[in-house]
């Protein structure tokens, strides 16, 4: 969850593959980085074999072609070899320069230091030819907390997340030519303001570097930034599952829901594992609950024993958004551990073939949008089927003989009580439908047509991140309002020696000893109040983890 216990040791990149909560540690929660005593032996050979290239262009020996080395990029690679050593250099630093392009707001600082933190852990592969102590420079930016202002539109997620990639490469880089003008080292962010990438590396007492044959292409070229937004996504999609089935768990006890929709027998019989394990967490949720009407062991006393889909359905949707969720982390898990920047070195390679440097098309990020793509659907309908939840408990022909609004006003009518988070969850619901439209369905060719075919994974990544954050609101108003319903159902006479589940309990409890975000208590209404610092609190519960936190230490179990 987000709340895991953040230790001072630093994150070791290079000794066995990086995980999503590495990368969650280090930025997210700002933990250090360390390289692996084995990875400057690992980069070495095929560094050797860029320098013996290098080495003969400074010797003056006549050198074929070596695309990205020494000849232009994209549809530019065939029109001419440059011949000298500096010629090669000077490229690396031009395409820094030109290729930072980017324009809109600035992206968080948590997407900034997982992209820097995803093109370390790629280029320590082994496969790009670039010199250590780039690597070693971007891990010290890292530890000493240089943070590159990267514009979050720009990449088209092939050739690599070049814009976006090279607004981290100018900050950390300058000419080998000697001169370092302030205007074009980028920008960084430093405590809280915008400075030039040259006063943000001084500050943090670290050295511009002089580029190489190679480095700019090496630094640029790679799925690193789309990769982190996916990365995020993914982190806060998977707390927010778990919450949601909290959260839902909660609704249907205030509802009185019927348990036989949860019956381990039911989805056994359908087969399918995320349905199976979400069944079985919602039965674990309820477990002690003399709200729920029937059971594996008791018949229903209501008949029929049938719910709305919005409650009924629970296992039926979130279980495929868990075996979802999961397909996509296989995926992230795989894409923060590649080698995406183009060409790629294999010395390795037989004797017969001298060019060791293979041309293809690593830095194509259409893994990365599909799995991004995928996050946002699932996402959205987490919150499809919340906002339903939400409608029914508002709705006093729907509530079971909950007040309207969920309000029990002194005067009817003179209080929305909870009217007004509803439209608030429906609009965020809304937005969060158009956002996920497949972004990797669209492709504009660039380059030429050389680029003909592209991925969009960084708008796939950035609306991810934003369906995310507003299902995350989404379903902090359900914290809200099954808290509400839950006190109001426990205050009814019919009602009122209820035992409510002890996971619920766990949570009212939490939600009931936060501060809004005006220091009141957030607690029940029995008049209208302002909503939005309450609304501000629920959210940050969601996201920290600590619903989940809280329901897992009344369990047993562990955070």
């Known amino acids: 969850m987000n709340t895991q216990t953040v230790t001072e040791a630093p994150v070791v990149v290079g000794a066995e593959r990086a995980t999503l909560e590495d990368l969650i540690q280090v930025a997210r929660f700002r933990r250090p980085v360390q390289l692996a005593d084995e990875v400057p032996a690992r980069m070495e050979p095929s560094r050797a074999w860029l320098g013996s290239v290098v080495e003969q262009m400074e010797a003056g020996q006549p050198t074929a072609p070596i695309y990205s080395i020494n000849t232009g990029f994209g549809s530019l690679a065939g029109r001419r070899a440059f011949d000298k050593a500096s010629d090669a250099a000077e490229l690396s630093r031009r395409l820094v320069l030109s290729n930072a392009a980017g324009v809109g707001r600035y992206v968080d600082e948590e997407v900034v230091r997982a992209t820097m933190f ?190 709305a889909y919005s409650l009924r359905c629970v296992p039926q949707v979130f279980g495929p958004v868990k075996d979802t969720l999961e397909f996509a982390a296989g995926i992230i898990d795989n894409e923060i551990n590649a080698a995406t920047d183009n060409p790629l070195i294999f010395p390795s390679l037989p004797a017969g073939r001298s060019l060791k440097a293979v041309s293809g098309g690593n830095f194509h990020a259409e893994y990365v949008a599909f799995a991004a793509d995928f996050i946002s659907i699932v996402v959205t309908e987490i919150g499809n089927i919340t906002e339903r939840r939400l409608f029914r408990l508002d709705d006093g022909t729907l509530n079971r003989g909950l007040p309207d609004m969920l309000i029990d006003s002194e005067q009817t009518g003179i209080d929305c009580g909870y009217m007004l988070p509803q439209y608030l969850a429906a609009a965020l619901v809304s937005d969060s439908k158009t956002l996920s439209h497949p972004d990797s369905v669209d492709s504009i060719p660039t380059c030429a047509n050389q680029e003909d075919h592209v991925s969009m994974a960084n708008n796939a990544g950035r609306h991810a991140r934003q369906v995310v954050a507003n299902i995350e609101t989404v379903v902090g108003i359900e914290l809200l309002m099954a808290c509400q319903a839950l006190e109001l159902r426990l205050a009814r006479p019919d009602t009122a020696s209820a035992t409510v589940a002890p996971a619920s309990r766990a949570v009212l409890e939490l939600v009931r000893s936060s501060k809004s975000a005006d220091g009141r208590p957030v607690d029940h209404i029995r008049k209208d109040v302002v909503m939005y610092p309450r609304v501000r609190t629920a959210l940050e519960l969601v996201h920290s983890g600590a619903v989940v936190n809280a329901v897992e230490r009344a369990l047993g179990g562990e955070e």
């Open 118 to 307: 995803i093109r370390i852990v790629s280029l320590v592969q082994g496969y790009s030819g670039i010199r250590p102590e780039i690597v070693t420079t971007l891990a010290e930016m890292l530890n000493r907390g240089v943070c590159p202002a990267i514009p979050e539109y720009g990449s088209l997620g092939a050739s690599g997340d070049l814009i976006p990639l090279a607004h981290v490469a100018i900050v950390m880089t300058r000419s080998h030519t000697g001169g370092d003008e302030e205007a074009d080292s980028g920008e960084a962010l430093l405590e809280g303001a915008v400075v030039s990438g040259k006063a943000a590396m001084a500050a943090a007492g670290l050295d511009r570097l002089p580029l190489g044959a190679k480095d700019g292409l090496a630094l640029l070229n790679g799925t690193s930034f789309s990769c982190a937004q996916a990365a995020l996504a993914l982190f806060d999609a998977q707390n927010l599952l778990e919450t949601a089935q909290v959260t839902a768990a909660m609704t249907i006890e205030a509802l009185m829901g019927f348990g036989d929709a949860f019956i381990a027998e039911l989805h056994q019989a359908r087969g399918q594992k995320g349905q199976i394990e979400v069944a079985a967490r919602i039965r674990q949720l309820l477990a002690g609950s003399t709200l729920v009407d029937g059971s594996a062991e008791a018949d229903p006393v209501r008949q029929p024993p049938q719910d």
